[in-house]
Structures are given as structure tokens and as C-alpha cells.
């Protein structure tokens, strides 16, 4: 049987490899796909020395490619994440990234389990002459759901739909007002008027607006495709009593003040959850959002505490923490931050 598997394996890592003697083109040795097989010989040949079967790629990212390998003697699968040196073409900081994984392979063990819990097992790091190999535990994708509601998405997530994350904000009055007043607060066009009337607006307004949240005015409120125009609309019909009183009024100022408000909010309720790097301030785009945001989704909560433990007490900041770098374990969906390279 260990024979069979032997040569099913071999067939498998062999079948549709190019075949230098048979091709009817030219073979440039300098191009993009002679580089990446290059590439993937290297690592299949790294894999047999280290113990390991090459199953295949699980995935590329900014800083190296991931491939599933499996232990020749054991059967156990594991992720062998690649990083190529800078000096061969790799990134920068490739070699931080190697020093980030071997810091979390030696410590994990002596920090608190509901912190460590959000860092990978890394099993091995070793250096080659090209390329980084780091061992660790196999993973899968957050869902889709959990990306858009608590994540900055990547380039590979924009298109995921913000809907359900957008109606939990929306049902909390504390978190509207916020939004509202966050808008509000040094907003240009306001502030180019009357003094009285800005004041008056701030004081008025954000409850006005959210009473017509809580009473449902089903025949204005679309929060699936527009919120941040629909509320933005809300805000302006609720504020017209006072700007007309404004004797700088000018008849295309509540369409100007309408496009003023709608990046603010936009940015208050498309922010991530999940600071994009620990250490960050509210008022910045990495940092944390709103708290009465936060609040609502106390599914990241331990994620972050996790990520100020590392920061407070490792000295060791998590940064660039999107929808690509972080994945869950099988079986308990637990998050575990992936890109370890970008902590410093």
C-alpha cells in the first residue's frame, strides 16, 4: 500500500509538468511561468527533505505562498508558508517575517492561553538558501459574513455585501447618534454660516433624526444599498428649519451641505471593527472605530484584547490585520492572525 501511495503521489506532482524536450515553442527560462517552476520544484524539493509530501498551493499573499504538505511519516498535514529572501525577489521584510514566526513559535507556550490562542501553531522555521519555510498549522477562510462585518476588506473582499453590518448599526440609536454627530462636528458647510444656526443644528438635529430611525419610516430608510446618502438625506430634511434662518443661505447650500456629510459617514460605518493596526487612534483609519460601534459586535472583542496584549505587554505591535490576514481553526472557528511578518 505505502508503495501505491508512493507512486500515485509521484504521478500527481508530475502529471502536466513541462517537458522542455516535447514543447513545440521556445522555452524562456526568464519568464514570469519559467520563474514560478521554478519556484514550486524548489519547494517540492524542500518538502521531501524536511519530511514531507507536496499535496499542493493553498494560497498566495503579499508576503509568500502557502502550499498543504503532508508528513511522510505520520500522515499529519501541514501549511508550509514560503518566503523567498530579498535578495532573491521577496519582499523586504522577509526576513522579519521568519524572526515574527520563530518569536511566536518560542513564546506562544508562556503567554496567557486566551491571548496566544490567536496566533498560530508554528511547528518549524527553517532557512534555506532562497527561501524562508515556516511549518504550522493548517487553516481555513473566515466566512464571508465575518470578513465584511468586523474586517477591512482586501482587494479580494470588496465586493462582499456590508448589509447585514449596516443593519446592526442601524437598529442602535447610541451608535446613529454618534455617526450623526461625528458628521456634524466641523462639518465646512456648517461651520461657513451662522454660528446660532450650527449650534442649534448640533442640539436639534441627531434626535430628530434618530426618532425617524425608531418610528420606521419605511418610505425614506434603505439601508441595504445607500445608507450613508439615505442618512445623509435625513440629516439635511431634519436640519432645513435652520438653514433657512441662516442669512448666508444660498439655494444650492443643502444639496453642498448634503455631499459634505456623506464621505463622513461613509467612513464611520464602512470602518473596520478590528483595528487595522493596534495602536492606533479612533480618529485614525487603522485604529479602532466608534465604541458604541464596537459594542455591537462583541464577536471580535477577545481579537482584540488578544492584539493590545501583544502590543501593551509584548511589545510587539499586529499590523496590516484585514480580511486576508487573518483565517479560523476547523473546529472551533476561532480567529487566528496569519501574517505575523507585519508585527514589529
Avoid: C
Avoid at 519555510?133 to 470588496?158: A, C, G, Q
Avoid at 487603522?286 to 511589545?315: C, N, V
Amino acid at each position: 500500500m505505502k508503495l501505491l501511495l508512493e507512486n500515485w503521489r509521484k504521478f500527481v506532482n508530475e502529471e502536466g509538468s513541462f517537458d522542455i524536450n516535447n514543447a513545440e515553442t521556445a522555452y524562456d527560462p526568464g519568464s514570469p511561468q519559467a520563474r514560478e517552476d521554478a519556484f514550486v520544484a524548489r519547494v517540492k524539493q524542500t518538502a521531501d527533505k524536511l519530511g514531507f509530501h507536496y499535496v499542493g498551493k493553498l494560497g498566495k499573499g503579499q508576503m509568500g505562498e502557502v502550499f498543504l504538505v503532508e508528513n511522510k511519516e505520520t500522515g499529519e498535514r501541514n501549511a508550509m508558508k514560503v518566503v523567498t529572501h530579498a535578495k532573491d525577489g521577496g519582499p523586504d521584510t522577509s526576513e522579519q517575517e521568519a524572526r515574527n514566526y520563530r518569536y511566536a513559535m518560542e513564546n506562544k507556550a508562556s503567554m496567557p492561553e486566551r491571548y496566544a490562542r490567536y496566533l498560530p501553531d508554528v511547528y518549524k522555521v527553517v532557512e534555506e538558501d532562497k527561501d524562508y519555510y515556516i511549518l504550522m498549522e493548517v487553516l481555513e477562510d473566515v466566512p464571508e459574513r465575518v470578513k465584511s462585518d468586523l474586517f477591512r476588506l482586501n482587494d479580494k473582499d470588496t465586493d462582499l455585501s456590508r448589509h447585514e453590518k449596516y443593519d446592526r448599526i442601524f437598529r442602535d440609536p447610541e451608535a446613529v447618534y454618534d455617526i450623526i454627530t461625528t458628521a456634524l462636528y466641523g462639518n465646512l458647510i456648517l461651520s461657513q454660516g451662522s454660528r446660532d444656526i450650527m449650534k442649534k443644528i448640533l442640539i436639534e438635529v441627531p434626535n430628530k433624526v434618530i426618532k425617524r430611525i425608531i418610528d420606521n419610516d419605511e418610505s425614506i430608510i434603505d439601508w441595504e444599498f445607500l445608507p450613508a446618502q439615505t442618512l445623509s438625506d435625513l440629516i439635511v430634511e431634519e436640519s432645513m428649519e435652520y438653514l433657512k434662518q441662516d442669512p448666508n443661505w444660498y439655494d444650492s447650500l443643502p444639496e453642498a451641505f448634503k455631499d459634505s456629510l456623506i464621505e463622513s459617514i461613509q467612513s464611520s460605518i464602512e470602518k473596520q471593527i478590528v483595528p487595522i493596526h493596534q495602536g492606533h487612534g479612533q480618529v485614525s483609519i487603522a485604529g479602532r472605530t466608534e465604541k458604541s460601534i464596537e459594542k455591537l459586535f462583541p464577536e471580535a472583542r477577545q481579537l482584540m484584547a488578544a492584539m493590545r496584549y501583544f502590543h501593551d505587554d509584548q511589545k510587539w505591535q499586529p499590523k496590516d490585520v484585514h480580511s486576508g490576514n487573518v483565517m479560523v481553526r476547523p473546529m472551533t472557528k476561532s480567529f487566528v492572525i496569519t501574517d505575523l511578518g507585519l508585527f514589529n
